[in-house]
């Protein structure tokens, strides 16, 4: 009996010290407006950067609590007829570089992580979570901001119907 209340408050123990690793930021609500946000720091992707490939050390992929795409597939999202949102994890580890991690979907700023190991949860709404198949995006800058040349470079999909 001791054993069992004494690995029930262990696990508590655990559960609330987890749910304090990561942090959630939620993505603009109309990707189309992102850069027109209350935030003058917004960026949009440059097209030349879209496809640019894979460049510095460390993972970013996304999950879902269906899949992730840490091997490359595209994470399937779902959501119910009336309620147009979904949540997204994002998952980074051993990223070398120490500057600021930039998210992007679809070409537009939806995070900015100043710690680039942290994993967090995107809330995706409207635009984000439209039918279809998205794009994220992960970038580094060398000067932590998008003026920068581009350290880190990853990219995973999601689909939506």
Do not use: W
């Amino acid at each position: 009996m001791k054993k069992s209340v004494l690995a029930f408050c262990m696990s508590g123990i655990l559960c609330v010290m987890l749910s304090g690793c990561g942090e959630t930021v939620e993505a603009p609500k109309d990707l189309e407006a992102a850069s027109q946000t209350e935030d003058a720091s917004a960026t949009t992707l440059p097209d030349a950067y879209m496809n640019y490939g894979d460049t510095g050390e460390g993972e970013a992929y996304i999950q879902s609590t269906n899949n992730n795409s840490e091997h490359g597939d595209v994470v399937q999202l779902h959501t119910s007829a009336g309620f147009k949102a979904a949540d997204l994890s994002v998952i980074t580890r051993d990223i070398a570089e120490k500057t600021p991690l930039y998210i992007y979907i679809d070409g537009k700023e939806a995070a900015k992580l100043d710690d680039p190991d942290t994993d967090t949860t995107l809330h995706l709404e409207n635009d984000a979570v439209s039918n279809g198949t998205h794009t994220v995006t992960f970038v580094q800058y060398d000067n932590g901001d998008s003026t920068g040349t581009i350290v880190f470079y990853r990219t995973s999909m999601y689909n939506v119907g």
